[in-house]
Nanobody, 118 residues
Framework: DVQLVESGGVAVQGGGSLRLSCTASRTTYKRCMGWFRQPPGKEREVIAQIGSDDRTMYVDSVLGRFTISKDNAKNTLFLQMDNVKPEDAGTYFC??????????????WGQGTQVTVS
């Protein structure tokens, strides 16, 4: 099993920046990984993904503002969030999975970290 622990969630003003981290208990360099966001009262959705080949994907709402990256040596996934908007508020989860048919099938999940935007 892989345990994932997110950190970095804070209260931030609109237009500000923050960086989320997700540290894995084991190596994840062969896995696809992603960040999910769950706004209050809404469903969780994937917002950024990175494959084992470092290819990235973003949903339109964060494209150009958020950057997903990873440090394989430290088993850590990052999400740099710039020009934060009120609609970015919510609980952020990281997840790790395996590529199946060109898509990432997520298997392991963190507990989430809260981002508040004022």
């Amino acid at each position: 099993d892989v345990q994932l622990v997110e950190s970095g969630g804070v209260a931030v003003q609109g237009g500000g920046s923050l960086r989320l981290s997700c540290t894995a208990s084991r190596t994840t360099y062969k896995r696809c990984m992603g960040w999910f966001r769950q706004p209050p009262g809404k469903e969780r959705e994937v917002i950024a993904q990175i494959g084992s080949d470092d290819r990235t994907m973003y949903v339109d709402s964060v494209l150009g503002r958020f950057t997903i990256s990873k440090d394989n040596a430290k088993n850590t996934l990052f999400l740099q969030m710039d020009n934060v908007k009120p609609e970015d508020a919510g609980t952020y989860f990281c997840a790790a999975g395996v590529s199946v048919g060109g898509k990432c099938s997520y298997v392991y999940w963190g507990q989430g970290t809260q981002v508040t935007v004022s």
